[in-house]
């Protein structure tokens, strides 16, 4: 075409494409009303998303056992944990509305299963030292995932990982006291702690995701800067920062591989069923009908609510 | 009348002295909501005094474009500097 609007628009194009890769290769953030390609909007779009509703679906396996906290104490701690992950939520939701994604349609996504969240979530918490295996080792696990976004190339999602890292210490940390004070208790309450660790250990290796030699679209993220390492190298230093707070807490991680190698300076570790994670993730965990029911009806029965609020807004004119 | 509640983006004042900072965004079905809402979602440690917060849509902005012409006036102007101003070493307090 010889129209000159349209070649207008080739060297737009071109003058923003140049320009994006100028910021990532500067290591400088890309923010909202940049040019961006459309493969680096829908990358982030889907991974904001999807840990948005980790969050989200993350309330409900610890917000089960708030009317059953054995103290005043650990239900206030608990119900305020739950209280940052539904912010965490809702920071990430509104970095995903930066890009122009529709909130409303998020959460549809996540109802009819388009849109995905941590496969962890899809297990359940059977006992209260649940609750503190969680908080210190799915909660650190999300930690070493977590605390490189807050330098990812994307400049609302980098800050909104900002303030989520600040709060999920108090989360981990919650976690490792509220076990460190079983394992002083009684032999059933040590027991409780044990099993506990021995069904979330594999699941929470597997939230690092599949091994970097079958995670397709992991170099495209890392030479975007969206990711700044690779899903071996955060779940090696997970293992690494792991093992010795296990030593210090008196439990044995159920792993017969795991042992200290002092050439390569690091723990070897066995491999995760992998098969396992993609069942889950595909919907065949222990609880993900549960999950998404659970979110759905909450959902629906808010409903009354939110159009009562438009409804009172509307009325005085705003 | 719109199934979504609207956008709102939240400034918050950290501690008397400081200027209000944008801080994020959140839904809500008007500024009283908007406010509450911000309140519980970004002060739950304490981290604001004073919460602004303003309809999405009523914000104007610049384009992103760092090298717009719109920034252009300030770009030639040194002399708006201190540091372009040479004046004898042994002057003091200047």
């Known amino acids: 075409m010889v129209d000159g609007r349209r070649h207008g628009d080739d060297e737009e194009f071109a003058e923003g494409r140049a320009r994006f890769e100028e910021t990532?290769?500067?290591?400088?953030?890309?923010?909202?009303?940049?040019?961006?390609?459309?493969?680096?909007?829908?990358?982030?779009?889907?991974?904001?998303?999807?840990?948005?509703?980790?969050?989200?679906?993350?309330?409900q396996p610890e917000g089960e056992w708030i009317t059953r906290a054995p103290s005043l104490r650990r239900k206030a701690i608990?119900?305020?944990?739950?209280?940052?992950?539904?912010?965490?939520?809702?920071?990430?939701?509104?970095?995903?509305?930066t890009l122009g994604a529709d909130r409303a349609e998020l959460t549809?996504?996540?109802?009819?299963?388009?849109?995905?969240?941590?496969?962890?979530?899809?297990?359940?918490?059977?006992?209260?030292?649940?609750?503190?295996?969680?908080?210190?080792?799915?909660?650190?696990?999300?930690?070493?995932?977590q605390v490189p976004l807050c330098r990812t190339s994307y400049g609302p999602y980098a800050r909104a990982m900002v303030r989520v890292c600040k709060e999920e210490s108090f989360h981990q940390r919650q976690g490792f006291e509220l076990l460190w004070t079983m394992v002083r208790g009684t032999e059933a309450q040590r027991a409780m702690v044990q099993d506990a660790v021995d069904r979330w250990w594999w699941p929470t290796l597997m939230m690092f995701g599949p091994p970097d030699a079958a995670s397709p679209n992991s170099a495209r993220s890392m030479a975007w800067?969206?990711?700044?390492?690779?899903?071996?190298?955060?779940?090696?230093?997970?293992?690494?920062?792991?093992?010795?707070?296990?030593?210090?807490?008196?439990?044995?991680?159920?792993?017969?591989?795991?042992?200290?190698?002092?050439?390569r300076g690091h723990y070897d570790f066995g491999a995760p069923d992998f098969a396992e994670l993609a069942r889950v993730i595909a919907g065949d965990g222990p609880c993900n009908a549960e999950r998404v029911r659970r979110r759905a009806a909450a959902h629906e029965e808010g409903a009354w609510v939110r159009a009562a609020a438009r409804a009172h807004a509307a009325r005085r004119g705003e | 009348m719109a199934e979504e509640?609207?956008?709102?983006?939240?400034?918050?004042?950290?501690?008397?002295?400081?200027?209000?900072?944008?801080?994020?965004?959140?839904?809500?079905?008007?500024?009283?909501?908007?406010?509450?809402?911000?309140?519980?979602?970004?002060?739950?440690?304490?981290?604001?005094?004073?919460?602004?917060?303003?309809?999405?849509a009523d914000v104007t902005a610049s384009s992103p474009d760092e090298r717009d012409p719109f920034f252009e006036p300030s770009g030639d102007k040194v002399y708006r500097h201190p540091t372009f101003y040479d004046i004898p070493d042994d002057v003091p307090h200047i």
């Open chain 1, 78 to 97: 608990l119900w305020a944990k739950v209280q940052d992950e539904a912010g965490h939520g809702l920071y990430l939701y509104g970095a995903a509305e």
């Open chain 2, 5 to 56: 509640w609207p956008l709102f983006e939240v400034f918050l004042r950290g501690r008397r002295g400081l200027n209000h900072v944008h801080v994020g965004s959140l839904r809500a079905a008007d500024a009283r909501m908007a406010l509450t809402h911000a309140r519980d979602l970004y002060t739950r440690r304490n981290e604001g005094v004073s919460i602004w917060v303003v309809r999405s």
């Open chain 1, 108 to 145: 549809r996504a996540l109802l009819e299963g388009r849109q995905k969240y941590s496969s962890i979530f899809n297990y359940p918490t059977l006992t209260f030292a649940d609750v503190g295996v969680i908080g210190w080792l799915v909660d650190g696990a999300a930690i070493c995932n």
């Open chain 1, 225 to 263: 800067r969206v990711k700044r390492h690779s899903n071996d190298e955060l779940r090696q230093r997970f293992v690494d920062m792991t093992v010795p707070q296990a030593e210090r807490l008196g439990v044995t991680l159920p792993d017969e591989r795991l042992r200290w190698n002092p050439e």
């Open chain 1, 24 to 59: 990532i290769a500067a290591d400088r953030r890309v923010e909202p009303r940049d040019w961006m390609p459309e493969a680096y909007r829908a990358t982030l779009v889907r991974q904001i998303a999807q840990h948005a509703h980790s969050e989200i679906i993350g309330m």
